[in-house]
């Protein structure tokens, strides 16, 4: 019975469909499952394959952000069950879209994947000017910064935060990930960043690289 409705989870997550993961998760709850083992063999199961199918080809950028929100729509039944749970957390992340850069789609799917990968996620949102950045990696000391830039005319602003770092001793505390449409490796080695992701799946790999 166990395998059977946590394969139904998983299958739902890769349909995209949000009601039926809630209906399925509800119901392996009711079934007596623990919350931790309907996440690590149900729901990010499910999240593991639309990965796989992403980077295969066989599925795209909006099979990508159904998936994670129908993770996300069945960890939000089990949240309320795991207070007192002990979740080994795979680290804290803070990511944000640079200042006069209003794009948000692509941030928010790398930061739901990271969120049903184990990372705590905190989100700045968009046009965030780098002082921010650099005052909430003082306050919240994450693990890894990520900085999303869209735009040709504000991917300096990356770069720009990555030297205020320098500037205020943080850099050496602290992992830089960046992306965006117009970045590649190439940037990312110029301006003396950790990490490149050009997809969410990849943000997830190299996150998971830099924390190990």
């Not at 949000?18 to 209906?23: F, H, I, S, T």
């Not at 795979?90 to 209003?102: A, E, M």
């Not at 490796?185 to 799946?201: L, M, T, V």
Request: aromatic share 4%; net charge negative; charged share 20%.
């Amino acid at each position: 019975m166990e395998t059977g409705i946590l394969a139904r989870i998983s299958e739902a997550v890769v349909e995209g469909d949000n009601v039926l993961v809630q209906e399925l998760t509800q119901q392996a709850v009711g079934e007596g499952l623990e919350p931790l083992v309907i996440i690590n063999e149900g729901l990010t199961r499910g999240i593991q394959i639309v990965g796989d199918n992403f980077g295969a080809g066989t599925f795209f950028l909006p099979d990508l952000l159904l998936g994670a929100k129908a993770m996300d729509a069945g960890i939000k039944i089990l949240e309320p069950l795991l207070d007192g749970v002990q979740q080994e957390s795979s680290g804290k992340v803070l990511i944000g879209t640079v200042q006069g850069d209003l794009h948000e789609i692509g941030k928010n799917i790398v930061g739901m994947m990271l969120k049903t990968s184990g990372f705590e996620v905190v989100d700045l949102g968009v046009d965030v000017p780098s002082a921010i950045f650099i005052e909430k990696v003082k306050e919240l000391k994450p693990n890894i910064l990520g900085i999303s830039a869209l735009l040709t005319t504000t991917v300096d602003k990356q770069k720009e935060i990555i030297e205020i770092l320098q500037e205020e001793g943080l850099r050496n505390q602290i992992k830089v990930i960046i992306g965006g449409a117009p970045i590649n490796q190439a940037w990312a080695d110029k301006i003396g960043a950790d990490g490149y992701a050009e997809d969410a799946i990849t943000a997830v790999k190299v996150a998971k690289s830099l924390i190990c």
